[in-house]
């Protein structure tokens, strides 16, 4: 694998910070649950196992 970088760009990063605030303010809290759920366990335990990588691509 190749590794590539990239410059974002002061204005990429503002259009990225837009679409999260956009993003929050729209979305249920409901529909992220799983993924918060997961980040959580991922954190607590220090790793992130088979089951919730898949939870994640799923």
């Given amino acids: 694998m190749t590794e590539q ?3 974002l760009g002061s204005d990429g990063w503002q259009r990225l910070i837009t679409a999260r605030e956009t ?3 729209t979305v249920s809290v409901h529909y992220d649950e799983v993924l ?9 335990d220090g790793c992130l196992g088979k089951a919730g990588i898949g939870a994640l691509v799923l």
């Fill in 36 to 44: 918060d759920q997961i980040a959580q366990r991922a954190q607590a």
């Fill in 23 to 25: 993003y929050t303010r």
């Fill in 5 to 7: 970088s990239f410059d």
